[in-house]
């Protein structure tokens, strides 16, 4: 199985900031990297496909980048609903395997 | 968009099997490939599995002597089931619409999750 972590696993952050998370996976898989987000009680929700393709509905404040082993999601203002945990997903070679995850809360 | 619904037993004793459906409404189930992901309460996502409506599914190893993944055209929905269930496999289970490409994919639509606890 191909292998993800995520830096950091958690972070706090307040209204405005830019908030940027790092998914670095274990071996090069193109760009086949995908994010979600999950609230508390909710199905995570894609944000981003294939690194850098946002998708249909999700505001323009999320951004994604890089290829190979190393990726990033950007957040260019956070706002008060993208309190959340983040999740990167490997979609390389099955099983299709995700990070570990990021909690991003109030500071 | 797709829409899912899982629906199932809450709770399921040791050793025996979990029935899952999900329901698709908004589409077709011929149009997509489906797919199964877990979560232990507290913990990470885990993928179980996809398939299409024909072929072979594909489900992930630490799983495969165990799990089965089926779609049934007619009635537009697709099913889980896992065996020889152990307290491990307490976990919200969900169902998503895989959009395959290149051998590759991303989970665009997801059902709310269905919580399966392993207790006697």
């Known amino acids: 199985d191909i292998q993800i972590t995520q830096s950091p696993s958690s972070l706090s952050a307040s209204v405005g900031d830019r908030v940027t998370i790092t998914c670095r996976v274990g071996?090069?898989?193109?760009?086949?990297l995908n994010w979600y987000q999950q609230k508390p009680g909710k199905a995570p929700k894609l944000l981003i496909y294939?690194?850098?393709s946002l998708q249909s509905g999700v505001p323009s404040r999320f951004s994604g980048s890089g290829s190979g082993t190393d990726f990033t999601l950007t957040i260019s203002s956070l706002q008060p609903e993208d309190f959340a945990t983040y999740y990167c997903?490997?979609?390389?070679?099955?099983?299709?395997?995700f990070g570990p995850g990021t909690k991003v809360d109030i500071k | 968009q797709v829409q899912l619904q899982e629906s199932g037993p809450g709770l399921v004793k040791p050793s025996e099997t979990l029935s899952l459906t999900c329901t698709v409404s908004?589409?077709?189930?011929?149009?997509?490939?489906w797919s199964w992901i877990r979560q232990p309460p507290g913990k990470g996502l885990e993928y179980i599995g996809y398939?299409?409506?024909?072929?072979?599914?594909n489900y992930n190893p630490s799983l495969k002597s165990r799990v089965t993944i089926s779609v049934d055209t007619p009635k537009n929905q697709f099913s889980l089931k896992l065996s020889s269930l152990t307290a491990a496999d307490t976990a919200v289970y969900y169902c998503?619409?895989?959009?395959?490409?290149?051998?590759?994919?991303?989970?665009?639509?997801w059902g709310q999750g269905t919580l399966v606890t392993v207790s006697s």
């Open positions: 294939v690194a850098s």
């Open positions: 998503a619409s895989l959009y395959y490409f290149d051998s590759s994919g991303y989970l665009d639509n």
């Open positions: 071996q090069t898989i193109s760009s086949y």
């Open positions: 997903q490997q979609s390389y070679n099955t099983p299709f395997t």
């Open positions: 398939m299409y409506y024909t072929g072979s599914p």
């Open positions: 908004g589409g077709s189930i011929s149009s997509y490939y």
